[in-house]
C-alpha cells in the first residue's frame, strides 16, 4: 500500500531556522530517504504559505485567492510518498523522519490512486 | 520532540504575535515586554515537563497577561492567580479567551506593534533598533553588534526610543481600511530600511549585519502571512529574497564585496530566488504595481540569468523606466543609465546621466559608472579623471581596489 506522509509544522519556526541548522536538518533527512529509497516515492518540500494561491470553487467563475487554503497553526510544508506493507511499517518511517526533525506532526494517509510521470507521458 | 533548545526556537517563533497581544492588553511596550519575558521564563520552566502548548503564541499571551495583573495585585495585596504550572494546554482551561485571540485580533495587533516601533516621531535608527528588540527580540549586544556601536550605547538609543513611544499617543482602536493600508506602507519602509541595514557592507563589520537581513525578512514575510493580498508587500518579500540570495556570492573570502558582474552564480541561494519568483508572479497577476514590486522584478530579471552577459537589459531599462516614474531619483536614472549603457550603448548613457553631476557629484557609484562608460567611448583621460574621483569617495579599500584595477586597464593602450 502506498503512503502519503504529510509533513505539517509551523512555518515560522521553519523558517527562522538558520541556513546552517536547515542544512543540518535536510542532510539527516536526506540519510533517512537514503536508507529507504527502495520505497520512496516522490518527495517535495513545499515553499512557505505565503507563496500559496488558492482557486476558490465555490463560484462560478472560481475565485482565486492569495494564500494558503486555510489558515492553521501548523503548516503543510511537504510530503512524502512511501510504499509500505502496513500502517506500522508507515508510522515506523515517519518516527524515523521525526526523530531528526523535531517538532510538528506527521499525517499519514493511505494512497487511492497514484499516477508517476511516466504514465501521462505515455497517455502522451 | 528532541533537538536542542526547541523550546526557544518555539517561544521566538511566537514572540512578534505574544509580544503584539500584550500591547494591546497592557497598552505600554515596556509592560508587554517585561510580561512576555516572564511568560517566555514559565515556558522555559514548565514545557519540557508538560510538553509545548498546541498553540504556542496563545500561551505566552495568556500567561503573560496573567503575569502582569500578577504583578499589579502584589503590588496591591489581593489574591494571587493560580500558577500556571497546572496549565499544560490553556485550551482546556480557559478555551473561549484562547478562540477570542484569532487570526484578524493578531494581524492589527502585530501591525500596530510594528507601526509603533516605524513611529515617525522617531529617527530611523531608533526605529530599526526598537523593532529588532521588541519585534524580534534581539538582545542589545546582538543589536550593537550589528550596528557597530557599544552595547551601552545601543542601550540608551532603545531607552531613548521607548521615553519617546511612552509620551506619545499609540493607537489602540482597531484601523479602517485606509488606516490599515498607511500603516502597511509605513510598516514596510521600516522593515526596508532593516534590510538595508543588513545590506550595506562595511569592511569592519565580519558579518555581524547579516541577521539582520534574516530578520527583515522573517517580519516581512509575517505581515504578508497577515495581509497576503497586498501586492507591494509580496514585492518587498521577493526583492528582500531575491537580493539575499546573492550573500553567499557578494562577499568574498577576505570580505571584500564582488560585483554581481562576477560572483559565481552556482553561489547564489536557490530556494530564496525560488521564493522570490514566485512572488513576483503572484505580485503581478494584481496589475498594482508598486515601487517594490518594480525593483523585484528587476532583481528577478538578474536572478533569471545564468550568467551575467544573458541578463535582459532591454527589460531592465524598461523597469528603471518605471520606476523613475513612480519615484523620481537621481540614482534610479543612473542604475537605468547603466541597463541603457548595455541596451543603446555608452553614449546614451553618458548623456542621460551628465545633468546628475550635481545631486550625485559625493556619490561613488556615479563616478565610477561615468569612468566606466568614458573608457567605453574611448576618452581615456576623462575616464581615469572620473576614476580617481571615485577612489575619493570608495565606502570600502575594496571598492576602492576595484576603481583602480579599473585605471590599470586604461594604462595599457588600447587599439593604439
Known sequence: MQYAILCYHDENVVCAWSKEQDDAIMAKIGAVMERHKEKLGPVARLLPTTTATTLRKCQEPPLVLDGPFAETKEQLLGFYVVDCESLDDALAFARELGAVNPGGSYEIRPVAAFFPAEVHRERG | ?416
Request: charged share 25%; net charge neutral.
Open chain 2, 1 to 416: 520532540m528532541s533537538g536542542d533548545d526547541w523550546i526557544g526556537r518555539v517561544i521566538a517563533a511566537a514572540r512578534p504575535k505574544a509580544v503584539a497581544a500584550l500591547l494591546r492588553n497592557f497598552r505600554s511596550l515596556d509592560a508587554a515586554e517585561e510580561a512576555f519575558q516572564e511568560a517566555a521564563l514559565r515556558a522555559l520552566r514548565t514545557w519540557p515537563r508538560n510538553g509545548p502548548p498546541r498553540d504556542a503564541p496563545a500561551w505566552l499571551v495568556m500567561v503573560g497577561r496573567n503575569a502582569g495583573i500578577d504583578n499589579v495585585r502584589k503590588q496591591s495585596r489581593l489574591q494571587p492567580l493560580p500558577p500556571e504550572d497546572l496549565i499544560s494546554d490553556l485550551s482546556d482551561v480557559e478555551a473561549t479567551e484562547v478562540e477570542r485571540i484569532d487570526h484578524a485580533d493578531y494581524r492589527d495587533d502585530i501591525l500596530r506593534l510594528l507601526f509603533v516601533c516605524s513611529h515617525p516621531d522617531l529617527p530611523v535608527t531608533q526605529q530599526i533598533a526598537l523593532a529588532l528588540r521588541i519585534v524580534s527580540g534581539m538582545t542589545v549586544k546582538q543589536i550593537a553588534r550589528a550596528f557597530l556601536v557599544s552595547e551601552a550605547a545601543m542601550e540608551q538609543r532603545i531607552t531613548r526610543a521607548k521615553a519617546r513611544i511612552a509620551s506619545v499617543d499609540l493607537p489602540f482602536e482597531a484601523p479602517g481600511p485606509v488606516e490599515r493600508s498607511e500603516r502597511i506602507t509605513v510598516v514596510a519602509a521600516m522593515l526596508y530600511l532593516v534590510f538595508n541595514e543588513g545590506y550595506t557592507t562595511r569592511d569592519d563589520d565580519h558579518g555581524a549585519r547579516a541577521p539582520l537581513c534574516d530578520e527583515a525578512i522573517r517580519l516581512t514575510r509575517l505581515l504578508l502571512q497577515l495581509f497576503p493580498a497586498e501586492p507591494e508587500i509580496m514585492g518587498l518579500t521577493a526583492l528582500m529574497l531575491l537580493q539575499h540570495a546573492r550573500a553567499a556570492a557578494r562577499i568574498d573570502a577576505d570580505g571584500a564585496p564582488v560585483l554581481l558582474e562576477v560572483q559565481d552564480r552556482a553561489r547564489w541561494d536557490r530556494r530564496a530566488i525560488t521564493e522570490g519568483l514566485a512572488l513576483v508572479d503572484k505580485a503581478l497577476r494584481h496589475r498594482r504595481p508598486g515601487p517594490y514590486q518594480v525593483q523585484a522584478a528587476i532583481a528577478a530579471l538578474h536572478a533569471r540569468a545564468p550568467r551575467f552577459a544573458d541578463t535582459d537589459w532591454a527589460q531592465i531599462d524598461l523597469l528603471y523606466g518605471t520606476l523613475e516614474r513612480m519615484q523620481p531619483s537621481p540614482v534610479v536614472t543612473l542604475n537605468r543609465a547603466v541597463a541603457v549603457s548595455k541596451t543603446r550603448g555608452a553614449a546614451d548613457a553618458l548623456a542621460m546621466i551628465e545633468p546628475l553631476a550635481t545631486p550625485l557629484g559625493g556619490y561613488f557609484y556615479f563616478h565610477g559608472a561615468c569612468g566606466a562608460f568614458l573608457k567605453a567611448l574611448g576618452r581615456h583621460d576623462e575616464a581615469r579623471e572620473a576614476f580617481s574621483r571615485a577612489i575619493a569617495l570608495a565606502h570600502t579599500p575594496a571598492e576602492a581596489a576595484y576603481v583602480r584595477n579599473q585605471i590599470e586597464t586604461l594604462a595599457e593602450p588600447k587599439g593604439m
